[in-house]
Nanobody, 128 residues
Framework: QVQLVESGGGLVQAGGSLRLSCAAS????????MGWFRQAPGKEREFVTA????????YYADSVKGRFTISRDNAKNTMYLQMNSLKPEDTAVYYC?????????????????????WGQGTQVTVSS
């Protein structure tokens, strides 16, 4: 089992940057596929990005491709989300998620039903 704690959210102007962190408990962080999802007010939770166990493969939603970068440091049990060129439509609660099962396709990585563990979320607000 793993516990996830997000941090780094806040209020930023459009065009600005934020870096989110997701700290994981336990000694087997490197065995988990990790992902970021977000939920805007009145909308369903949606996939943002994911990373495989080694960090060698990453997947992005089209809406964030080229602006967001996911990474992980397995030695520090931490995943990151660097968000640049932020837009008001990026405003949402951002959740990190983890799952021990292997995934093979974009559809697997982007499916929230395939993630077992979730953090409590961190609010990101982008003002125009």
């Amino acid at each position: 089992q793993v516990q996830l704690v997000e941090s780094g959210g806040g209020l930023v102007q459009a065009g600005g940057s934020l870096r989110l962190s997701c700290a994981a408990s336990g000694r087997t962080f490197s065995s988990y596929v990790m992902g970021w999802f977000r939920q805007a007010p009145g909308k369903e939770r949606e996939f943002v990005t994911a990373i495989n166990r080694s960090g060698g493969s990453t997947y992005y939603a089209d809406s964030v491709k080229g602006r967001f970068t996911i990474s992980r440091d397995n030695a520090k049990n931490t995943m990151y989300l660097q968000m640049n060129s932020l837009k008001p439509e990026d405003t949402a609660v951002y959740y990190c998620a983890a799952d021990p099962r292997p995934k093979y396709t974009y559809s697997h990585y982007s499916d929230e039903a395939r993630y077992t563990y979730w953090g409590q979320g961190t609010q990101v607000t982008v003002s125009s």
